[in-house]
Nanobody
């Protein structure tokens, strides 16, 4: 079973930066390992639906970034460490949410939560004004 564990988020002032990481462990029942999954991040603010933030293909060669964070957030991965990162710069109060790591075994990159195979437990990011 693949497990995704996000790093602790935190409280940051508007304009600040934070880097989240998501470490994968285990192996799917199919035998597939982390480096064959596309990975990404979603977030969910109180009272709102879970929304896409960023995704990266298994090789790291393709990425997709939500318009709301484009130019401020970047996604990367290190398959040797089984880890995916979300670098968040120029944070805004509207970025406050629980951030979830996700793994998808079918799509090269994804923008919707449908079809996600594995989810992390979520980590809180709070941006103060």
């Amino acid at each position: 079973q693949v497990q995704l564990v996000e790093s602790r988020g935190g409280l940051v002032q508007a304009g600040g930066s934070l880097r989240l990481s998501c470490a994968a462990s285990g192996r799917a029942t199919s035998g597939r390992t982390f480096n064959t999954y596309s990975m990404g991040w979603f977030r969910q603010a109180p009272g709102k639906e879970r929304e896409f933030v960023a995704a990266i293909s298994w090789s790291g060669g393709s990425t997709s970034i939500a318009d709301s964070v484009k130019g401020r957030f970047t996604i990367s991965r290190d398959n040797a460490k089984n880890t995916v990162y979300l670098q968040m710069n120029s944070l805004k109060p509207e970025d406050t949410a629980v951030y979830y790591c996700a793994a998808d075994g079918s799509r090269a990159v994804f923008t919707s939560p449908q079809g996600i195979n594995y989810w992390g437990q979520g980590t809180q990011v709070t941006v103060s004004s």
